[in-house]
């Protein structure tokens, strides 16, 4: 979604800005726009990349901010694209979040004789600005903060000074301090170049940065905020010789589960918290409501302790069972829905805790107690590595919890992993490729997993894919079955696969071609399958994860095939910091 850079010190600002902008493009965007002061305010605004546009930004000064738009209200286009500016030109404002009472406050400035360019929300913020604005821009924006209501983290120039003015409520923002100079940020990728030192600021917070140095108000006080130390390395985000964002973090994943597992033990108290719980509801979105699944499926048929998953987009019009634990889940840890869900889970008394990749991000701070998951930045839309590094977590809970039940699993995931990622599924790709539809099928741990893939292919291949538990195709389903709908099964020795075998035979009756992830050495499956992928013979539950990076791969490669846009797939956004 949206993203902004700012930044105050001796570079130029426009270039720092692009830079940063680059660095969260994989936020998801539309269309972009700088601002500068230099002396006067000097705009430049284009729709789609930045890449493409790079060589036409010619603005001048070393105070300036920028944004990238992932459209809300208004169509993509440059008169849509932020930076906006007052009336008379003199200031200039980027934000990020959605003003809900904008449409009121548009048109009381009209009344009062305020003209606007576009049809977004933003642009009521110069103009209430404006009417504030006597010479002190710090306090001409505190004025106007009480008026708006939703969320924003804005950033707000003048060409009286060399100053930018900053506020946060309910989206990210991030300020990072170098050596005589400044620069905000919706989160630290576009500050690493710069300095590790930041500040994460709060809801409610006003930031004023000069050249003299910060301040930080939170209403009339003045707030000291303590500096934070960004953990990743500049060059996590760089592609590093991959093709793809997504490609190379699907390589990562090794790394990252043996990471993240070993982590877990950091937090024997929160373990006890968990072990003792009567019940827990996890709330998350997409990947990471899959990666809950698998959470649930181990907590509840490993330690007994009923667990269940709540798409934080529906969890307000639940009940929250008394004393219940709530854990949110969430690779940004900036996703508005989750963030809503935990909130309310704590005002009704809930023990929240959150799982994030993200350090000092918003979740963080409505949970309790947060644990972190070791993938490090993730820049491609489609989840992969924080999704095994979110499963490397919750399975070394369970097993931590349950005395070692899961250590083999654990060790086998470990293993075979890099094996995995080797595997060819170019056949399994040319059966796919040209589908309307695809049916990813599997039962007990393998249901999640068939989820997260279908949900992989629809994001960035485009076709449509449903993952269902293969029990469930009977019910309805069946009916779409037929020579041009290829199904994608897991089918692994275990509990589930007496039954999964029989409903191959019943899909294949349907003359549905099978895609099916089976052990190596079984014979009757590869016999039933018009591709066979033979994954080692491990145990059901490791095959079910290692089953789920063979489908990433899937996913990528049809994409690739087809020419879309891998990394930044059509409509989507990394971080969806909107309800
Ligand atoms: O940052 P979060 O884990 O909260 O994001 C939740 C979903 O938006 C995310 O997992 C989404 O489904 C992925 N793009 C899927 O690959």
Same mark, same amino acid.
């Given at each position: 979604?949206?993203?902004?850079?700012?930044?105050?010190? &001796?570079?130029?600002?426009? /270039?720092?800005?692009?830079?940063?902008?680059?660095?969260?493009? @994989?936020?998801?965007?539309?269309?972009?726009?700088?601002?500068?002061?230099?002396?006067?305010?000097?705009? !430049?605004? /284009?729709?789609?990349?930045?890449?493409?546009?790079?060589?036409?930004?010619?603005?001048?000064?070393?105070?300036?901010?920028?944004?990238?738009?992932?459209?809300?209200?208004?169509?993509?286009?440059?008169?849509?694209?932020?930076?906006?500016?007052?009336?008379?030109?003199?200031?200039?404002?980027?934000?990020?979040?959605?003003?809900?009472? @904008?449409?009121?406050?548009?048109?009381?400035?009209?009344?009062?004789?305020?003209?606007?360019?576009?049809?977004?929300?933003?642009?009521?913020?110069?103009?209430?600005?404006?009417?504030?604005?006597?010479?002190?821009?710090?306090?001409?924006?505190?004025?106007?903060?009480?008026?708006?209501?939703?969320?924003?983290?804005?950033?707000?120039?003048?060409?009286?000074?060399?100053?930018?003015?900053?506020?946060?409520?309910?989206?990210?923002?991030?300020?990072?301090?170098?050596?005589?100079?400044?620069?905000?940020? #919706?989160?630290?990728?576009?500050?690493?170049?710069?300095?590790?030192?930041?500040?994460?600021?709060?809801?409610?917070?006003?930031?004023?940065?000069?050249?003299?140095?910060?301040?930080? &108000?939170?209403?009339?006080?003045?707030?000291?905020?303590?500096?934070?130390?960004?953990?990743?390395?500049?060059?996590?985000?760089?592609?590093?010789?991959?093709?793809?964002?997504?490609?190379?973090?699907?390589?990562?994943?090794?790394?990252? !589960? #043996?990471?993240?597992?070993?982590?877990?033990?950091?937090?024997? #108290?929160?373990? *006890?918290?968990?072990?003792?719980?009567?019940?827990?509801?996890?709330?998350?979105?997409?990947?990471?409501?899959?990666?809950?699944?698998?959470?649930?499926?181990?907590?509840?048929?490993? *330690?007994?302790?009923?667990?269940?998953?709540?798409?934080? #987009?529906?969890?307000?019009?639940?009940?929250?069972?008394?004393?219940?634990?709530?854990?949110?889940?969430?690779?940004?840890?900036?996703?508005?829905?989750?963030?809503?869900?935990?909130?309310?889970?704590?005002?009704?008394?809930?023990?929240? !805790?959150?799982?994030?990749?993200?350090?000092?991000?918003?979740?963080?701070?409505?949970?309790?107690?947060?644990?972190?998951?070791?993938?490090?930045?993730?820049?491609?839309?489609?989840?992969?590595?924080?999704?095994?590094?979110?499963?490397?977590?919750?399975?070394?809970?369970?097993?931590?919890?349950?005395?070692?039940?899961?250590? /083999?699993?654990?060790?086998?995931?470990?293993?075979?992993?890099?094996?995995?990622?080797?595997?060819?599924?170019?056949?399994?790709?040319?059966?796919?490729?040209?589908?309307?539809?695809?049916? &990813?099928?599997?039962?007990?741990?393998?249901?999640?997993?068939?989820?997260?893939?279908?949900?992989?292919?629809?994001?960035?291949?485009?076709?449509?894919?449903?993952? @269902?538990?293969?029990?469930?195709?009977?019910?309805?389903?069946?009916?779409?079955?037929?020579?041009?709908?290829?199904?994608?099964?897991?089918?692994?020795?275990?509990?589930?696969?007496?039954?999964?075998?029989?409903?191959?035979?019943?899909?294949?009756?349907? *003359?549905?071609?099978?895609?099916?992830?089976?052990?190596?050495?079984?014979?009757?499956?590869?016999?039933?399958?018009?591709?066979?992928?033979?994954?080692?013979?491990?145990?059901?539950?490791?095959?079910?994860?290692?089953?789920?990076?063979?489908?990433?791969?899937?996913?990528?490669?049809?994409?690739?095939?087809?020419?879309?846009?891998?990394?930044?797939?059509?409509?989507?956004?990394?971080?969806?910091?909107?309800?």
């Amino acid at each position: 979604m949206c993203g902004i850079v700012g930044y105050l010190g &001796y570079r130029q600002a426009a /270039e720092v800005c692009m830079e940063g902008l680059l660095r969260l493009e @994989y936020r998801g965007y539309d269309s972009f726009g700088i601002a500068t002061v230099s002396p006067e305010i000097t705009l !430049f605004k /284009e729709t789609g990349k930045i890449s493409a546009a790079k060589d036409s930004i010619h603005l001048n000064g070393t105070c300036g901010i920028g944004h990238t738009r992932w459209a809300t209200h208004g169509v993509p286009s440059k008169t849509n694209a932020h930076p906006f500016t007052d009336c008379t030109g003199k200031l200039a404002v980027v934000h990020n979040g959605i003003i809900e009472n @904008y449409a009121q406050l548009k048109r009381e400035l009209e009344e009062r004789g305020h003209t606007f360019v576009s049809e977004t929300d933003t642009e009521v913020i110069p103009h209430l600005i404006e009417e504030q604005y006597a010479g002190n821009l710090c306090e001409a924006v505190a004025k106007i903060l009480p008026l708006l209501e939703g969320a924003y983290a804005i950033l707000v120039i003048t060409e009286d000074t060399q100053e930018i003015v900053a506020a946060r409520k309910g989206s990210p923002l991030v300020l990072g301090i170098g050596d005589n100079e400044y620069i905000f940020a #919706s989160d630290g990728l576009p500050i690493l170049d710069y300095t590790r030192r930041v500040i994460y600021l709060e809801d409610g917070d006003l930031a004023d940065v000069t050249p003299a140095g910060y301040t930080i &108000y939170h209403g009339a006080e003045v707030v000291e905020r303590k500096t934070a130390v960004l953990e990743w390395d500049a060059a996590d985000i760089r592609k590093g010789g991959f093709a793809h964002y997504m490609l190379k973090e699907m390589y990562e994943q090794p790394e990252v !589960f #043996s990471n993240t597992a070993s982590s877990i033990a950091e937090n024997p #108290s929160l373990l *006890c918290r968990l072990r003792d719980a009567r019940s827990i509801t996890i709330v998350a979105c997409g990947t990471s409501a899959n990666a809950a699944t698998v959470f649930a499926y181990l907590m509840e048929t490993v *330690c007994g302790i009923p667990t269940r998953v709540v798409l934080a #987009s529906e969890f307000k019009y639940y009940p929250t069972p008394k004393n219940d634990v709530v854990i949110a889940v969430s690779q940004s840890g900036e996703t508005a829905d989750t963030i809503a869900a935990l909130k309310i889970a704590k005002e009704k008394g809930a023990k929240t !805790f959150c799982l994030t990749n993200v350090l000092g991000s918003s979740l963080t701070r409505t949970a309790e107690t947060t644990f972190y998951t070791r993938a490090g930045p993730e820049v491609s839309v489609a989840a992969t590595k924080s999704f095994t590094a979110q499963v490397a977590a919750f399975m070394e809970m369970v097993n931590i919890i349950s005395g070692g039940k899961l250590t /083999e699993d654990i060790a086998e995931i470990q293993r075979y992993l890099p094996e995995v990622l080797e595997y060819d599924v170019d056949a399994a790709v040319e059966l796919v490729k040209d589908a309307a539809t695809l049916l &990813y099928v599997g039962r007990g741990l393998s249901y999640p997993i068939a989820l997260e893939g279908a949900l992989k292919m629809k994001e960035i291949s485009y076709i449509h894919a449903e993952g @269902y538990a293969a029990g469930e195709l009977k019910h309805g389903p069946f009916a779409l079955l037929s020579e041009s709908t290829p199904v994608v099964a897991v089918c692994l020795s275990g509990i589930t696969y007496p039954v999964m075998m029989s409903n191959l035979k019943e899909m294949k009756a349907r *003359c549905a071609p099978e895609i099916v992830l089976g052990n190596a050495g079984d014979l009757d499956a590869e016999e039933i399958a018009d591709v066979f992928i033979p994954l080692p013979k491990v145990s059901e539950i490791a095959g079910s994860i290692l089953a789920s990076v063979v489908l990433q791969m899937l996913a990528y490669k049809t994409a690739v095939s087809l020419g879309t846009d891998v990394d930044m797939p059509r409509n989507l956004a990394k971080s969806v910091t909107v309800e």
